[in-house]
């Protein structure tokens, strides 16, 4: 045999056999609201001294007496069409929940499909919170304001 029938053949194999394998997905994008924080009387992006986030039906925080953040992500239920989260701005609570429709978007083969958001209706108590104004109502793995919340 030749030289270059050889290195044909070890170049066919194993092209045979790395196709065999699935590539790992790195890096899945997350999909959540991007909400960030405004200064009332300003108008100027601020961020709160205190900042305390969790959903209403689940204890765990997302936040727990961050400083110093300038936007809180949000993550919206997939298999329902509601989210309601706490939320404690210098340590007065508000609540903020979403209305909003799911859809599945193809991210690749590797890392299967990802539910993306349309926020139809947003309600929220005003007790730290004097407003909140929707941005953007497409919730994607983009780092876009969705949410503005003025405080």
Same mark, same amino acid.
């Given at each position: 045999m030749t030289k270059t029938f050889k290195f044909l053949v070890i170049a066919i194999i194993s092209l045979l056999l790395t196709s065999c394998f699935e590539i790992e997905c790195i890096n899945r994008p997350e999909v959540k609201v991007n909400a960030f924080f405004y200064d009332y009387e300003k108008k100027t992006k601020a961020p709160p001294d205190s900042v305390t986030l969790h959903g209403i039906d689940n204890p765990v925080k /997302? @936040?727990?007496?961050? !400083?110093?953040? !300038? #936007? #809180?992500?949000?993550?919206?239920?997939? $298999?329902?069409?509601?989210t309601e989260f706490v939320i404690k701005i210098n340590g007065t609570a508000d609540t903020i929940?979403?209305?909003? $429709?799911? $859809?599945?978007?193809? /991210? $690749?083969?590797?890392?299967? @499909?990802?539910?993306?958001?349309? /926020?139809?209706?947003? @309600?929220y108590t005003t007790n730290e919170i004097d407003s909140i104004s929707l941005t953007n109502r497409e919730i994607t793995p983009k780092s876009i304001e969705n949410? #503005? /919340?003025?405080y």
């Open positions: /997302i @936040y727990d007496k961050q !400083s110093n953040l !300038s #936007a #809180a992500l949000m993550p919206l239920k997939a $298999s329902e069409n509601e929940r979403f209305v909003y $429709s799911n $859809s599945l978007q193809l /991210i $690749s083969k590797e890392c299967g @499909y990802l539910t993306f958001h349309k /926020i139809d209706t947003l @309600y949410v #503005a /919340i003025f």
